[in-house]
């Protein structure tokens, strides 16, 4: 692309870094800004500098964070026995929004996976193991992909994390609500008829 | 989404700002962002900040500028004698891509609609007109999109612009260099056929 000014070259520049964002997104972005109110774009800029600045990992569950200790942790309100352990913090926002869910997170950071060179050190484990050792805890969830670098993790986990009195438990799977069988994939569907639960009359279990 | 961070949050919002850019795409931005190292991130604020702050309309073309005359307008080595007049600088720079022209510009900043409430004094048609009857100009090339709007505001610039030795052309129009016959549209197709031109050979003319 030609562009007559620097300004806007670089500008461009910027936001094709972005991951998904090409140079043709860049440059409308980039123009769109360019028309408005300078206060806008400051607030704009700023807004984004600000965070980068401000961030940083929860020192308990490695949530992203304002604070050395994140909302969640820092909330006396939630249950302080339950962990659920998840790959990312954007799984942690999937789960808050279902408003399901009042324990505590533990984000590891990814999932065990030789081909991708990630071991156990280069996941938040060993702080998992500490804080379900630490007393306090009577549950641990597993809410991570099933995939079998998901499946490898749980099980290492389940293995290193031996602590009196805390269980382990997996989300549950099979087949997704409003979804259609003659749709679903075969594994999904073969597990989902081995691992059956008892019919409770009308409502959700 | 439920955000455990207010910077993230304010993050999100101020990308989600932008036009086609919706909330959860906003958030795998910002999640990127806040991987990446601080100075990174200031930069690009940086970027996007100083874009605005000095960013101007060129006072001869209107298109976008670093400086009060824009790098097109200054260049000596471009031909002072011809404008190709366009709705936008997304056109300039299109045509600028294409390597053909060496010659000015004057961006017009959209196409006379009542419909959208657009009427002339709205675009920068008075400076255009000043700028051929000032002389040294020996021709208005058009290169307005052949719409509805485009074609009145084309005729309503030839009616205005009358100023001696001053040639209006606009760019040619008909199918498409590697364009199907068979998928063009009708208005087009039976316009290319009445404005057909001599063969010229083997080459193009």
Do not use: W
């Not at 972005?18 to 140079?23: D, Q, T």
């Not at 942790?73 to 926002?93: F, H, K, N, T």
């Amino acid at each position: 692309m030609n562009f007559s000014s620097k300004l806007i070259e670089e500008a461009v520049s910027a936001f094709a870094s972005l991951p998904g964002i090409g140079r043709k997104t860049a440059l409308r972005l980039v123009l769109h800004l360019a028309r408005q109110q300078p206060e806008a774009v400051e607030q704009f800029a700023e807004a984004v500098a600000k965070m980068r600045r401000g961030i940083r990992e929860c020192e308990r569950c490695h949530n992203l964070s304002d604070t050395p200790v994140c909302n969640i942790c820092a909330d006396p309100r939630r249950d302080q026995s339950l962990i659920c352990v998840v790959e990312g913090i954007r799984d942690v926002m999937a789960i808050e929004d279902t408003g399901q869910y009042r324990g505590l997170y533990h984000v590891l950071g990814g999932v065990i996976s030789p081909i991708e060179g990630v071991g156990p050190a280069e996941l938040n484990i060993d702080s998992l193991i500490q804080r379900a050792q630490a007393g306090g805890v009577r549950e641990v969830i597993m809410a991570i992909s099933p995939t079998i670098e998901g499946e490898t993790t749980i099980f290492y986990i389940s293995r290193k994390l031996k602590a009196p009195g805390v269980n382990i438990s997996t989300i549950a799977r099979g087949i997704s609500f409003g979804g259609e069988l003659e749709y679903a994939d075969e594994l999904t569907l073969g597990r989902s008829i081995v691992a059956r639960v008892p019919y409770k009359g009308g409502g959700e279990e």
